[in-house]
């Protein structure tokens, strides 16, 4: 399988950048972060500069949102798409967006920089298809009750287009905790970075669900092996209208890339 370590005995490392100078699965620890959906113009220009003086590379945010419900903000669409392009020509961050419909891949391609397929698209198999018929990086979260192996074989579908350029993300998986929003599964980390050679990030925001719990996950993601987290920030979270009760303010975000970079150093 093209995922496999017995397939490649070297670690995949993804350059992005200008000067591709940011390395996802090199030495260093890559954060993305940013709010979970595009809300305009000036909460992107605000939480890009915040999170980039607190050392994030990549910024983060979604234009096509998958709510659960129909009525909820569905998000800007192109026009959040061009806030990101914006945005990205001033900070010199590339953008990670996330693409939900095959008939978008060509649209959200031709803007962002890494593809994010969400949780609720693992095994949508035509959308993974299609993004491997692209050149972009692709982020590909682990669905909300898939198996390890499951998510290693979502990953095979966009590889076997010849994309290879796949991130693996665990971002907390549905058990009988109510406490949590969903449950980190912090031993995927070492599982799969002994199973695949590719990048392997972790989505404390969406597993945790509350602010409180973003930092602690975080080091325990970096503390078990993690290549990099993906981070939810906003300039005001009580305001947010997606995943406000999960998100940072800049000043929370600061801290927890402290704490996280003298996890980093201790590993
Ligand atoms: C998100 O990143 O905002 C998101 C919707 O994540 P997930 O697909 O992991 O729920
Ligand atoms: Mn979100």
């Known amino acids: 399988k093209l995922a496999s370590r017995e397939f490649s005995v070297q670690s995949t490392a993804i350059r992005l950048g200008d000067a591709a100078d940011t390395v996802i699965g090199g030495r260093d620890l890559v954060v993305i972060a940013g709010p979970c959906s595009v809300e305009g113009r000036e909460m992107m220009h605000e939480t890009a500069h915040a999170v980039q ?47 939900m419909d095959t008939r ?3 649209l959200v391609a031709s803007y962002a920089d890494v593809l994010q397929i969400g949780a609720r698209n693992m095994q949508n198999f035509p959308l993974l298809t299609e993004v491997g018929r692209t050149q972009r990086p692709v982020l ?9 192996t499951e998510l290693l074989m979502a990953a095979e579908y966009i590889m076997a287009q010849g ?6 993300c665990e971002r907390g998986i549905r058990t009988y905790e109510t406490a949590t929003r969903n449950t980190l599964d912090v031993a995927a980390i070492p599982v799969l970075k002994r199973e695949t050679h590719l990048p392997v990030m972790v989505d404390p925001s969406h597993a945790g669900g509350r602010a ?24 005001h979270p009580a305001t947010a209208k997606s995943d406000g009760e999960q998100s940072l303010e800049p000043s929370a975000f600061a801290s927890m890339m402290q704490q996280v970079r003298s996890v980093a150093l201790a590993v």
Do not use: C, W
């Open 212 to 235: 409180h719990l973003v930092a602690p996950l975080a080091m325990a993601a970096v503390a078990a092996g993690a290549d990099g987290l993906i981070v939810e920030v906003h300039p």
């Open 104 to 106: 978008q891949v060509e």
């Open 140 to 148: 590909l979260k682990r669905g909300l009750s898939a198996t390890i």
């Open 53 to 99: 003086r607190s050392g994030a590379r990549l910024l983060r945010a979604g234009a096509f949102k998958p709510r659960s419900s129909p009525y909820a903000f569905q998000g800007m669409g192109e026009e959040g798409l061009k806030i990101l392009a914006e945005v990205r020509a001033e900070t010199g961050m590339p953008i990670v967006t996330e693409v």
């Open 163 to 168: 994309n290879g350029d796949v991130i693996l």
